[in-house]
């Protein structure tokens, strides 16, 4: 092959989709408990589990979940991480932040990935590593303003 | 398991940022190189399958229509298989599956990634939906979140487990170094790794892996065959693949089920009783050092709760009882949908003594692994020498 002077150049491109994603009762009803201030689960009356977010059905049993259990709005850190560090979907005015999985009381399983702690000077790694422990007690903080998303709860605090 | 199954060839990529190529060229480059180390053609070849991260991380949907021409799969029976990190685990399974079912002789299993050209994170977040799962996002977060849950539960102080992972990261980058098709070749020390800058704590910058680009390609055959083509095949001794619920929330990440179920059914299958004095060597899927430490325990190849200890006193080490990711691992070099059947073909090599300057001396029994999903799936495969 004859010799190539040019580099190999790039073209730009983008794909951008909007969609619009059903809930399903057991999601919006979940979510409109957050406009009240109330986390809501729902029960397997075959394994007794209570999940949060709400079910429509026990993964293990596949029976219905239709039973709606108001939860506590206190639990335990399971894990925790420290973000600061920017990539997608984590903005420059985001971090620090710090993600938390939280067992909520009387709740059979952990949050997941939607819930943050907050509440205190946490640019203070130094404070942070000595405040935020697996096992350290929590409540959640509700905005002023909700909208029935995760957001609602703006942050969970460390309580002694 | 069904018929015997060999590996009778591999091809990798050179990894890393791979922009001088369009995205069928690279592939192409690594279909090119088994055929070449199989000794094959095209025309011996049964039936392809093919993997990689979803349409948004690859800038088209589909994209195997795309490289049809370079997966040389015009006039071929076509498979696609995908499950996120463990993709190329996956990938490499559906070909077992076809030829030890007996419906194919020759498969040739293709996996590939150009990370580079759009966005590993961005994509990580459609993994989730966007409502129920994803508030704060993206991979390292997730990973991050399950190592300080198992340092949680087995009660591993912080310095022991940063000290643990230090050195994880220090044996994959000396591997990288050895293996000149890694992405990342350098040189570092303990030190440099731990005062890195915290991604996520406690991840720091050299706990994570690279974003790559590169493909690679396997070609699976009968005994049979594989007898008559190979003079060297390594063996498929066992596979095992489980998976778990979607609420990340739902069940434990440190004691990680489909890991440790995934790999009892690739040991039962190859008769294997003590990992870690049977096998010479093991791929182990660490996109982060602290997710090893995880991993060696749940693949049983130390006790629960226990992999700092050994890893501090150089079990995976290089020279140790059983070195772990000669290659480099993922923490070297990362094309997702490629980077599990990277694993497969690095102990295809390890067993046939063909890994070059990152061969383990001897090396007979050798375990691969990818976990994906949303935290969802593990894979094992285990590869021998001997039939
Ligand atoms: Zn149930």
């Given at each position: 092959?004859a ?12 794909g951008m989709v909007?969609y619009?994603?059903a ?8 979510f ?5 201030k109330?986390?809501?689960g ?26 709606w ?6 639990g ?12 997608f979907?984590?903005t ?20 997941g ?8 000077d ?26 029935g998303?995760?957001?609602?709860i703006?942050y969970?605090?460390?309580?002694e | ?6 590996v009778?060839g591999?091809?990798q ?11 069928p ?30 349409s ?5 949907a ?10 040389r ?6 498979l ?8 190329g685990q ?16 020759v ?13 590993a994170q961005?994509?990580?977040m ?14 390292p ?17 912080d310095?022991?487990?940063?000290e643990?992972?230090s050195?994880v990261?220090v ?8 293996n000149p098709?890694?992405h990342?070749?350098?040189?570092l020390?303990?030190?440099?790794i731990?005062?890195a ?6 991840v720091?910058?050299?706990?994570v ?7 690679c ?6 005994e049979?065959k ?6 060297k ?5 066992g ?10 929330g739902?069940s434990?990440?440190a004691?990680?089920q ?6 009892k059914?690739?040991?039962?299958e190859?008769?294997?009783t003590n990992p ?7 791929e ?6 602290y ?7 749940c ?8 992999a ?11 020279g ?14 990362n094309?997702?949908?490629?980077a ?7 102990a295809?090599?390890q ?13 007979k ?5 990818a976990m ?8 094992v ?6 039939l």
């Open positions: 092959m010799e190539q002077k040019e580099k190999p150049r790039k073209v730009a491109a983008m909007p619009e994603m809930l399903g009762p057991t999601w919006t009803r979940f409109e408990g957050f406009k009240e109330k986390i809501l729902t029960k397997c009356n075959k394994c007794g589990r209570v999940l949060v977010p709400a079910r429509p059905f026990c993964s293990r049993c596949f029976e219905p979940m239709e039973e259990v108001e939860v506590a709005q206190e335990t850190i399971v894990t925790w991480s420290y973000v600061n560090y920017t990539y979907g984590v420059p005015d985001m971090i620090p932040l710090i993600g938390a999985t939280i067992k909520l009381d009387g709740v059979d399983c952990g949050t990935m939607w819930t943050q702690i907050g509440g205190f946490i640019k203070d790694f130094e404070l942070v590593t000595k405040k935020v422990k697996v096992g350290a007690r929590v409540r959640a903080v509700w905005r002023r303003k909700r909208q998303n995760f957001r609602d703006d969970w605090k460390i309580i | 398991m069904g018929r015997a199954v060999a009778i591999t091809g990529t050179k990894h890393g940022r791979r922009d001088d190529l369009s995205y060229d690279l592939v192409r480059e690594a279909v090119k190189k088994v055929f070449e180390d199989a000794g094959i053609t095209p025309r011996d070849v049964d039936g392809v399958v093919y993997g990689s991260m979803p948004m991380m690859e800038g088209v589909y994209n195997h229509f795309y490289f049809a021409d370079a997966l799969v015009v006039g071929k029976p076509l696609r298989t995908e499950t996120c990190g463990s993709t996956s990938v490499a399974h559906t070909a077992i599956h076809w030829v030890a079912s007996g419906m194919a002789d498969i040739l299993a293709i996996a590939s990634e150009k990370e580079n050209e759009g966005d961005a994509t990580m459609t993994i989730l939906e966007p409502f129920l799962q994803v508030v704060i996002g993206g991979a977060i997730a990973f991050s979140l399950q190592s300080r849950e198992w340092m949680g539960y087995y009660h591993i102080d310095a022991k487990a940063r643990a992972a050195i990261s044996d994959s980058h000396d591997g990288g170094l050895a098709l890694a990342i070749r350098v040189k020390s303990k030190e440099d731990t005062n800058p915290i991604i996520t704590y406690p720091r910058f050299y706990d892996c690279p974003i790559s680009d590169g493909a390609a396997v070609i699976f055959a009968s049979e594989a007898k008559k083509i190979c003079k095949p390594a063996w498929v001794k596979i095992g693949f489980r998976g778990e619920e979607y609420f990340i739902d434990s990440k004691v990680w489909s890991t440790i179920e995934a790999s059914e690739a040991y039962k190859a008769g294997i870690l004095k049977e096998l010479d060597v093991a182990v899927y660490n996109p982060f050092s997710q090893e430490l995880m991993f060696l325990e693949l049983g190849l130390c006790p629960p709760g226990e700092p200890d050994y890893v501090i006193k150089g079990t995976f080490s290089p140790g009882e059983l070195p772990c990711d000669p290659s480099g691992g993922v923490l070297c070099t094309p997702i949908g490629a599990g059947l990277i694993r497969v073909a690095e295809a090599l067993v046939t003594g063909k890994a070059g300057e990152h061969q383990v001396e001897g090396a029994l050798a375990l691969s692994h994906g999903g949303a935290m969802q799936f593990n894979g495969t285990i590869l021998g020498s001997e």
